[in-house]
């Protein structure tokens, strides 16, 4: 059965001290008020907190996932973190391909399959993101775009590979904007894409994989876009950093 999902990602936020506080108080307001999500719930703190966020969900069915790894496992790339490192502190899960590591990092899809590959090496889940930049969707281009980002990178994976990745579908212009994309323009982007998954690799694999809407997601519009048939949930920033928000937009 496809998985409904949701995903903070917090980006450069929260200290050691918020991101525990956050995750602790999440943990409890969710067991004892018993908060009825029926969803695959996932926070992506930052690095150097992985790991203390992780001992905490541990036995819960909430999951951790980090943001980024490089394209090695080791050796001298000062400053960078691997698969190697993550998967030695548990953790599952990273982000790869998201807009701003493509432009503020210079990750195009060639490092982007590399990074695929050395995920899938150590067993890592992946949540691949795509979309199209505001001018690509004024010239009509949205659709070749995403589909050229994932031709060059998850289509070179096996369909057995493939049953290691959410897709996020996250139109740059709705990024941190304010900006979402209406419920139809995201339902007929994800149509899409399970269409391509289709054509790749048949019936079982486009039903079942999981394709997520990112862009100024919030507890008023979550609601109708998650509502629609393509849309399997969400990868949220900024509205999941606000703890009452984050608890609404798990409920929508
Ligand atoms: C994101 O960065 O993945 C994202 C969707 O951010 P926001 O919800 O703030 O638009």
């Known amino acids: 059965m496809r998985r409904k999902?949701?995903?903070?990602?917090?980006?450069?936020?929260?200290?050691?001290?918020?991101?525990?506080?956050?995750?602790?108080?999440?943990?409890?307001?969710v067991f004892e008020k018993k908060i009825n999500h029926k969803k695959e719930i996932i926070i992506a703190p930052s690095f150097p907190f992985?790991?203390?966020?992780?001992q905490i969900l541990q036995g819960t069915t909430l999951n951790i996932a980090a943001q980024n790894i490089h394209q090695k496992n080791k050796g001298s790339y000062t400053g960078e973190i691997s698969a190697y490192m993550l998967k030695s502190i548990g953790i599952q899960k990273v982000i790869l391909g998201h807009s701003e590591r493509r432009e503020f990092f210079l990750e195009k899809n060639n490092i982007l399959l590399e990074k695929i590959k050395i995920a899938l090496k150590y067993g890592l889940n992946i949540i691949f993101c795509v979309g199209e930049s505001d001018l690509e969707r004024s010239n009509n281009k949205q659709f070749k775009i995403v589909q050229n980002q994932l031709t060059e990178t998850v289509f070179h994976c096996t369909s057995d590979e493939i049953k290691s990745f959410y897709i996020a579908y996250e139109p740059i212009w709705a990024i941190g904007t304010g900006k979402t994309a209406t419920s139809e323009q995201a339902q007929t982007m994800h149509k899409f894409i399970r269409s391509l998954f289709l054509e790749k690799y048949g019936?079982?694999?486009?039903?079942?994989?999981?394709?997520?809407?990112?862009?100024?997601?919030?507890?008023?519009?979550?609601?109708?876009?998650?509502?629609?048939?393509?849309i399997d949930g969400g990868l949220v920033g900024n509205s999941s950093l606000n703890l009452e928000k984050f608890l609404k937009i798990i409920q929508s």
């Open 5 to 29: 999902v949701i995903i903070a990602n917090w980006k450069m936020n929260y200290d050691f001290h918020e991101t525990t506080y956050f995750i602790r108080n999440f943990l409890r307001i």
């Open 50 to 54: 992985l790991h203390i966020s992780n």
């Open 203 to 230: 019936k079982n694999i486009s039903n079942e994989i999981s394709i997520l809407y990112g862009g100024s997601i919030n507890d008023i519009n979550a609601k109708n876009l998650f509502y629609q048939k393509d």
